[in-house]
């Protein structure tokens, strides 16, 4: 976990983890990259929310990407096994703090549609 640190300018989350998750794609035996890799995204969320449902806190580390080389190094990790997250998990030191959000108005476009449903 120590050589972790080295790989992200997120260093300071991995040193205050207890727990760290790299999450990996398989790319011998995906059958669709794409769809494979929405999973994955989906597989991620769903561990984060077990972390919130637990009372754990946990930051899906997206940057780390950028060694991702590095870490199948470090994991001993074959190249077939291609880094897309690390989640690192620990207990909140603060509650968490209110973010930013754009308006659901701002992302989401309503259609009006004059035709009836059955
Ligand atoms: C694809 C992806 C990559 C992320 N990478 C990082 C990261 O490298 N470092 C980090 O501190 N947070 C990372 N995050 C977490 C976000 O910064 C943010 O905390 C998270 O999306 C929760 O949003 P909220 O603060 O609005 O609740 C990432 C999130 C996503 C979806």
């Not at 059958?31 to 754990?56: P, V």
Request: proline fraction near 3%.
């Amino acid at each position: 976990m120590e050589k972790m640190e080295d790989c992200t300018h997120y260093a300071k989350v991995i040193r205050s983890a207890p727990l760290l998750i790299a999450v990996f794609l398989d790319q011998e035996t995906m059958y669709n990259r794409t769809k494979d890799i929405q999973a994955i995204g989906a597989a991620i969320q769903n561990m984060l929310l077990s972390c919130c449902d637990l009372g754990l806190g946990a930051v899906w580390l997206g940057e780390i990407l950028n060694s991702k080389e590095k870490v199948n190094l470090i994991l001993s990790c074959p190249g077939s096994m291609e880094l897309m997250a690390v989640i690192a998990i620990g207990h909140p030191a603060q509650e968490a703090s209110g973010t930013s959000r754009k308006g659901l108005k701002e992302v989401c476009f309503e259609e009006k549609c004059s035709r009836k449903w059955r």
